[in-house]
């Protein structure tokens, strides 16, 4: 591979087969002397553009559920694939009758709100905001378009952070904004605040700013629970690069931060705040996991698949592990988040219409080429319509409208597939760092911070050095939106 010495963006046109045919659309790739800077319509500022055009198409296709398929039965919202937790939840959690998260306690099956307490904080401040006058279908639909409001922040949010990680690569935060399955889930529940997080702390890794990486970190866990497992692949690379010391800040971040937010919870509503941990044990079997597939097929009830899903993520934790230290050439940071946060969403007991959200942003980092990721979208969005659809069908009594048991299968079959596919690639990726597009221009792990460049200390193999042309990316401070000369 070459070094490329110039200090300009790559062209994903001149990369990339299915990039350059879809730019024929707009009047093909962009020549080499075309002019890269000197607008004020950045790289970054065009993606956030994108990125929030594609949220607001993904509210319109929620419209007809904001219009009434919310509020007359739960068949039509299954029919028009508009469904969202936000509305319903905004009664049923005690958030229209002025109730405190955590603290009160709740008429009907859930005593208590069962998401983490950042998330909390967010649903509250959404209800906060929320006119309290009109009818209950209007507050319902207020609060929806609030909390809309405030999740467009955060997906504007993560598409700068997506940008602005890879410095000479901005364009890649397009597979982001772009992504179908964005546009589709992005209302359907509050994981934007924590994935809007997560991207934060991984632009502030690439920066070398291990304390404030792990600050956001310990925040995203406070709101989601997937975030805590970046603290493992980059326990494996520090490991391997000998980088303790910036693994220490990072863990230390992470914890003194999710305590500063739970602790006050924790002494005061234990109850409360012990609902989301206690929920997620006993949650049976639930809609798109690779368990139901079993059971459904087969028939056993799977009784112990906390046990099995517990097993086999960390099993497949473990083989990445390894794979992180046996790799010829260290890999890069956003590989291995990648394939430990699909591990834990294919081994998990369901998998919601949103957890693609949290693959997305690493996706685009670990392997930002358009051709899997279209292929791994088109099997997103088969899942996507495949679990309304299938929702439909049963609660449609006689009428049976929509997919029976068996074409619900084959949607998580696609799904697995789809997940299982873009995994193997970027396996291969860090097995044959040459196939890796983020390195064919010299770099060796644009995310990766103190790792960027670094020599190893410890492997399980006969590692490879990175080659000479292989140099770290040039530091910069975090300008926000904005682009170097």
């Excluded at 039509?76 to 229209?96: E, N, W």
């Excluded at 509250?124 to 006058?133: K, Y």
């Excluded at 602005?164 to 934007?192: G, S, V």
């Excluded at 190893?456 to 000369?485: C, I, K, M, N, Y």
Aim: aromatic share 12%; proline share 5%; hydrophobic share 50%.
């Amino acid at each position: 591979m070459t070094k490329v010495h110039e200090d300009r963006p790559v062209l994903p046109t001149q990369q990339d087969e299915v990039a350059a045919a879809g730019s024929e659309l707009i009047g093909g790739p962009m020549g080499r002397y075309a002019r890269l800077g000197g607008h004020w319509l950045n790289p970054v500022r065009v993606i956030v553009l994108v990125a929030i055009g594609m949220f607001a198409l993904g509210m319109v296709q929620k419209l007809p559920c904001y219009d009434w398929a919310w509020f007359r039965g739960a068949g039509s919202q299954y029919t028009h694939a508009c469904y969202s937790d936000i509305p319903h939840l905004y009664v049923v959690r005690g958030f229209a009758d002025g109730l405190t998260p955590y603290f009160d306690r709740l008429t009907g099956d859930m005593q208590y709100l069962e998401y983490p307490v950042l998330t909390g904080l967010f649903m509250q401040v959404a209800s906060w905001l929320t006119p309290t006058g009109g009818s209950m279908q209007h507050r319902e639909q207020m609060y929806w378009m609030v909390n809309a409001g405030m999740l467009m922040a955060c997906a504007a949010v993560i598409a700068v952070c997506v940008a602005r990680t890879h410095r000479r690569r901005p364009w890649d935060a397009l597979l982001f904004a772009l992504a179908p399955a964005f546009a589709l889930t992005a209302t359907i529940n509050w994981d934007l605040l924590a994935i809007a997080l997560t991207a934060a702390g991984m632009l502030m890794w690439s920066r070398g700013r291990a304390l404030a990486f792990g600050i956001l970190i310990g925040l995203a866990t406070a709101a989601k629970l997937y975030p805590v497992l970046l603290l493992g692949p980059l326990f494996v690379l520090c490991w391997r690069a000998g980088k303790w010391r910036a693994f220490g800040l990072a863990t230390l971040g992470a914890v003194a931060s999710w305590l500063v937010v739970n602790l006050p919870v924790m002494l005061y509503a234990w109850d409360g705040w012990s609902k989301f941990y206690t929920f997620s044990q006993e949650r049976p079997i639930d809609f798109g996991s690779v368990w139901l597939l079993i059971s459904q097929r087969s028939g056993n009830p799977l009784e112990g698949a906390n046990t099995y899903a517990t097993g086999l993520t960390l099993l497949l934790c473990g083989a990445i592990g390894l794979l992180g230290l046996t790799a010829p050439r260290r890999p890069r940071y956003a590989q291995l988040v990648f394939l430990v946060v699909a591990a834990f969403i294919l081994a998990n007991k369901v998998y919601s219409p949103q957890y693609v959200l949290w693959l997305i942003p690493l996706a685009a980092l670990a392997r930002p080429r358009w051709r899997d990721m279209l292929i791994w979208q088109a099997c997103e969005v088969m899942y996507f319509l495949g679990i309304w659809s299938y929702l439909a069908y049963t609660t449609s009594g006689d009428k049976h409208q929509g997919l029976p048991v068996e074409g619900y299968q084959l949607a998580i079959a696609a799904h697995l597939l789809g997940t299982l596919y873009l995994c193997a690639v970027i396996v291969r990726d860090v097995l044959l760092p040459d196939r890796d597009v983020v390195r064919q221009d010299g770099s060796d792990d644009p995310s990766g911070g103190v790792l960027d460049g670094a020599e190893d200390r410890f492997t399980l193999s006969h590692a490879t050095r990175a080659p000479q042309d292989a140099t770290p990316s040039e530091g910069q401070r975090v300008e926000w939106g904005a682009t170097r000369d």
